[in-house]
């Protein structure tokens, strides 16, 4: 039995792609993307990492003894392939930092996020974002302002950012949904829980257009 899944784990290193290890990378506690970052100024790519030795990757500047050890029994704890099945369920697709697509703005950032999790599509015109966010128990003329604001700039052609939350974020929303604009919510608590539980049906209408 140990030999057989000794090989059965090569087998899957081999077959591993560069997505797929960075999902992997992601979903390994405390390893983070600024760790990424330096473990791959090293090994060049996710793959490599994930294959690499105890020793070596404990050589990396804040990779500690503990986490050396989460990295390179990585298969004993991370179920990815459910993980995989579990996006496919809820109709995601993955934007890893290795891919074109990935926001370049975002990238330029200290800690970009290893993988993004999306439902609808990014586009090249999104790159001509605003973010409009604000208080979640805002006034009416507050609501009705960001609304307007997000109408009038999604009729534009500008895409809207926002973060799904109640009160302003959601008037930004739906401002540029009205306009029959695009619009993108960077969401905290992940797709299988979404909150507020509220605007499931404004995230459904968001994903067609953003």
Request: hydrophobic share 40%.
């Amino acid at each position: 039995g140990g030999v057989s899944q000794a090989l059965d784990g090569s087998r899957r290193m081999e077959n591993m792609t560069q997505r797929e290890a960075y999902l992997a990378l992601n979903l390994i506690p405390n390893v983070g993307p600024i760790r990424v970052r330096r473990m791959l100024e090293t090994f060049e790519t996710p793959e490599r990492i994930l294959s690499a030795g105890r020793k070596e990757i404990q050589s990396v500047q804040g990779i500690g003894a503990e986490l050396a050890e989460r990295i390179t029994t990585w298969e004993r704890t991370i179920d990815l392939e459910r993980e995989l099945r579990r996006i496919d369920e809820l109709g995601l697709q993955i934007i890893t930092l290795g891919d074109d697509d990935y926001p370049a703005m975002l990238k330029g950032i200290y800690d970009p996020p290893l993988v993004l999790y999306v439902k609808g599509e990014l586009a090249p015109s999104d790159r001509q974002g605003l973010a409009i966010v604000g208080s979640r128990k805002s006034t009416h003329y507050g609501l009705s302002c960001a609304k307007k604001l997000s109408f009038q700039l999604a009729h534009a052609g500008v895409t809207i950012i926002s973060g799904l939350a109640r009160g302003i974020d959601t008037a930004a929303h739906e401002g540029a949904l009205a306009a029959n604009g695009r619009t993108i919510a960077v969401i905290g608590s992940g797709h299988g829980k979404l909150y507020p539980p509220e605007n499931a049906e404004l995230a459904e209408k968001i994903s067609h257009s953003g």
